[in-house]
């Protein structure tokens, strides 16, 4: 801890803090990458300064992590916040899905760890990614509770590799999408044992198929990690299980087949690994138990997909919510002047529930956009991600339920050919860079609040904590 540091070390500590809080206190009066006008133009000047402030932060992290090398806790919910080690832990994470595949691979496995040394290098501090292939190529389950070892090993290397650059993993357990198997895998399954299937919703309903996703969550949970030994359901490293990419049942549109699975998974995860979080993975579309909610879904035919924001994260077992933003999936394709306003609606809206009706926080799991959108140009996508972590950090001010955000998605240079439109290659992209890297700092800065009055006392913490809540942010 601090006090085994030596005064020369202490010293280099308090003055690159200070450094820091001159910089902030003076970088807001300049820049304007946060001010509150729709234009939202990232400035050379904020930048040069942004550059500062990272470059200090990221030498007094990593002199901090030096020395708390030993903590590397489970992350827990206390209230409506994360926590890690009793302290705040606010979420500036990112997506990309195909790191089991490419860990399966010699001679692509190296782009895993470059991911991850570039996410965290713009302080990228947790990954949403798959485990699950069900039944495709390089599955890892290739037939119901038959398992590639090799394609395990390959998740067991992301794992490990994720824990050496201190990102923390959401691991979702399989698909509604026929991406990677899925649901309609686990039908196909089904059908090929001889049971009378008629709809891949009967995935969520189906008894042995239950048993089949059962048997799933079971073997990934007591996987034990070949290269570090650790048990999954044991490793600090995972912070979350996902029950399932997005899930939908537009075959019940009343909600309660969804709901009825939504109970028993939950519960079943929990009754294996009472240690680590769950969510459930949805879009966060409002359904039938709250009518007057809806209004605010991207649009009408979202309140019949089987799904019910408020209702299913009520299940028992599920420990914070989940929502994805995708006006040009949802409203149109052609980027519009209504996009921007829908992020923030949409947004405060699920804080509002979260705070409200769940008393859980909400991680925003999945947004972007894609440069294949008529209208898609690189500012406005820094322009969303802005507009993201702006309503992000106003909630987080307040001590409310926003706990962070994924971007979708991040990826290392040469993996175009997997780029779906959403890709967002760091290197490639200074702008959008600089914004993840500010919204890092920031929350950085949220969540070092108690081990500052831990290290520091009473006095030093509310320093802080004028800084940040009576600055504009
Ligand atoms: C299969 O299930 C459907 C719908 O549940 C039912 O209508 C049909 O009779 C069943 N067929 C057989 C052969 O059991
Ligand atoms: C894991 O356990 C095996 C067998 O007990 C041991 O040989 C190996 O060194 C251990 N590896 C690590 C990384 O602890
Ligand atoms: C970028 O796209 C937005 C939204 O389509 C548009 O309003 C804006 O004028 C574009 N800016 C440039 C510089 O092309
Ligand atoms: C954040 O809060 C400020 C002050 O209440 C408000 O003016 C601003 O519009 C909010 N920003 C977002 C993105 O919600």
């Known amino acids: 801890m601090i006090s085994s540091m030596d005064p020369h070390k202490r010293f280099g500590l308090l003055r690159i803090v200070s450094f820091i809080l001159f910089l902030i206190l003076t970088k807001d009066l300049s820049c304007s990458a946060f001010a509150d006008s729709e234009q939202e133009i990232i400035e050379d000047e904020c930048e040069a300064v942004h550059n500062q402030i990272t470059d200090s932060i990221s030498t007094y992290v990593s002199e901090m992590e030096e020395v708390e090398e030993e903590e590397w806790e489970m992350v827990q919910k206390k209230g409506n916040q994360f926590v890690v080690n009793d302290e705040p832990f606010y979420v500036n994470g990112f997506n990309t899905y195909w790191l089991m595949v490419f860990a399966a691979d010699e001679s692509t496995r190296g782009k895993v760890s470059e991911v991850f040394k570039q996410a965290a290098s713009v302080g990228l501090t947790v990954c949403r990614t798959w485990a699950f292939n069900d039944g495709q190529w390089r599955a890892l389950q290739k037939s119901p509770s038959v398992y590639d070892e090799q394609v395990f090993k390959a998740l067991d290397f992301v794992v490990s590799e994720a824990r050496k650059y201190k990102i923390r993993l959401i691991l979702s357990l399989t698909n509604n999408w026929e991406a990677y198997g899925g649901k309609a895998q686990y039908v196909k399954w089904g059908k090929a044992a001889g049971l009378n299937l008629t709809s891949d919703d009967d995935f969520f309903s189906h008894p042995t198929l239950r048993t089949y996703y059962k048997a799933h969550v079971k073997t990934v949970l007591n996987r034990v990690n070949t290269f570090t030994n650790i048990t999954y359901k044991n490793d ?38 009472p240690k680590h979080l769950v969510e459930i993975g949805l879009e966060g579309f409002y359904g039938p138990s709250t009518p007057q909610r809806v209004q605010f879904n991207p649009n009408t035919y979202a309140q019949q997909v089987g799904t019910d924001f408020i209702r299913n994260h009520q299940a028992l077992g599920v420990d914070f919510a989940s929502v994805h933003i995708y006006p040009d999936s949802w409203i149109s394709q052609a980027i519009s002047d209504t996009h921007l306003p829908f992020v923030t609606s949409w947004m405060e809206a699920h804080i509002e529930d979260a705070e409200k009706y769940l008393g859980m926080p909400v991680v925003f799991a999945e947004f972007g956009v894609s440069a294949k959108d008529p209208g898609y140009n690189s500012t406005y996508r820094d322009n969303l991600i802005n507009r993201v972590y702006k309503t992000i950090l106003n909630s987080t001010r307040k001590g409310g339920s926003g706990a962070g955000s994924l971007v979708w998605q991040v990826f290392p240079d040469g993996t175009d050919y997997m780029d779906d439109g959403y890709a967002i290659v760091l290197s490639k992209s200074t702008s959008t860079s600089s914004i993840i890297s500010l919204q890092s700092t920031r929350l950085a800065l949220f969540n070092s609040r108690c081990s500052w009055k831990c290290h520091w006392g009473c006095k030093k913490k509310k320093q802080l904590e004028k800084l940040i809540y009576y600055d504009e942010l």
């Open 236 to 273: 600090p490293t995972i912070f979350a299980w996902e029950l399932m990419n997005e899930p939908r049942c537009t075959s019940d549109p009343t909600g309660d087949k969804l709901q009825d699975w939504i109970q028993d998974m939950a519960v079943y995860v929990k009754s294996i690994d």
